[in-house]
């Protein structure tokens, strides 16, 4: 008989026991939340559409009729001024 294999034999049968895992120490750590960026335009938004006041449906039906039979009009300068006060 050949010592050998014997060897080894025993080798595949033999117990092994598993290494001891360490303990980690409670840190502090907390989860965190990130909020991206269009998130927060995407909330802002959302705040201001339910803080806008309710659409006036008297406004809105004579602008409909001045438009359908063609008595609004619309001042260039006016347009224009309003432009040059929204972005400057």
């Known amino acids: 008989m050949r010592v050998e294999t014997f060897t080894k034999v025993s080798q595949l049968y033999q117990s092994s026991t598993p290494a001891k ?3 980690k120490e409670k840190g502090s750590k907390n989860d ?4 991206s960026h269009y998130g927060k335009e995407f909330h802002i938004a959302k705040k201001a559409a339910l803080e806008a006041p309710e659409v006036r449906e ?3 039906s004579a602008m409909k009729n001045s438009l359908a039979s063609g008595t609004y009009q619309v001042s260039m300068e006016e347009v224009a001024d309003k432009l040059l006060e929204h972005y400057f």
Do not use: A, G, P, R
């Open 21 to 23: 895992v360490e303990k």
């Open 32 to 35: 965190t939340l990130e909020i």
């Open 58 to 60: 008297d406004k809105v």
